[in-house]
């Protein structure tokens, strides 16, 4: 209860009583050094999990902890390492396989991450999570046209999914497909209030030249999702094609002025650079 309601402080003290009265219970340890990863204690619970993959070496939950533990800690290389350890014991733990795809992307080894999903996929091809991760991290390499036969299948599958739509007419728009608008508008009807779903109709219809009318479906993608940069980067680029300077460069000051790096940001200097 007080995990849930973020009280990870007085979790602590619960959770390290309950050790001391059954110290051999993996779920009370395991929590134990959960709520230590909440507090950032990395090393501290690096220490831990250490006792507990002594302690119970047969399971791979000690194992997963210890990877959270050094990831803390920036070692992403041995907390991969972890991870595979911890799949050797269950290989279908589908929540370990994602968590060492996601470790292996941040440390830089993208054919290795890509490798995980691929070897899971093989023993599960319809998993839709793993598809969509799949997809995404082709869409981040710009695989467009790998991208698009991922999301194409998966269409097939959920047809009514509107991530899985929103992905696909923006992979659409990249390689120029014509149906890219279409998509992005079935994807919006679906799920109006997202806001990445309305950021994607909005964009395409700006590459489109068609601006005033994405216009309002940018305004309410940032409306929604205020500390998005792409987001304002895009409705700023809009304005800027209507002639609206004043409002153009208002957004990029917003946006320039936050915290973060994002994929447009030299774009977004130049053109507020060339607005003032």
């Known amino acids: 209860a007080q995990m849930s309601i973020g009280e990870f402080s007085d979790a602590s003290q619960s959770l390290y009583k309950a050790v001391k009265l059954e110290p051999d219970s993996i779920l009370y340890r395991a929590s134990f050094v959960e709520v230590e990863l909440k507090l950032e204690r990395y090393s501290s619970a690096l220490t831990l999990t250490d006792q507990l993959i002594a302690d119970f070496p047969e399971r791979a939950l000690p194992l997963a902890l210890k990877a959270a533990a050094l990831n803390g800690l920036n070692r992403l290389q041995e907390s991969a390492q972890q991870l595979q350890l911890a799949m050797k014991l269950e290989p279908d733990n589908r929540r370990y396989m994602l968590q060492l795809h996601e470790t292996l992307k941040v440390a830089g080894n993208a054919k290795a991450a890509e490798k995980v999903l691929l070897a899971w996929l093989a023993r599960h091809p319809e998993d ?54 279409d998509i992005a508008r079935q994807a919006q009807s679906l799920a109006p209030g997202i806001p990445e779903i309305n950021d994607t109709l909005g964009w395409i219809l700006v590459q489109q030249g068609r601006a005033e009318e994405g216009i309002p479906y940018l305004r309410q993608a940032v ?47 130049a053109l507020r650079d060339a607005l003032q």
């Open 128 to 181: 839709e999570l793993v598809n969509f991760a799949y997809a995404d991290l082709l869409i981040s390499a710009g695989r467009w046209a790998e991208a698009e036969a991922v999301l194409a299948q998966m269409r097939g599958r959920v047809p009514d999914s509107p991530i899985v739509l929103n992905s696909l007419a923006h992979v659409s728009q990249q390689l120029g497909r014509s149906d890219a608008l």
């Open 223 to 269: 409306a929604r999702k205020t500390d998005d940069p792409v987001l304002r980067y895009h409705l700023a680029v809009a304005l800027n094609k209507l002639g609206r300077n004043e409002q153009a460069l208002l957004e990029l000051n917003r946006l320039l002025s936050g915290p973060g790096d994002f994929a447009e940001r030299q774009q977004a200097i």
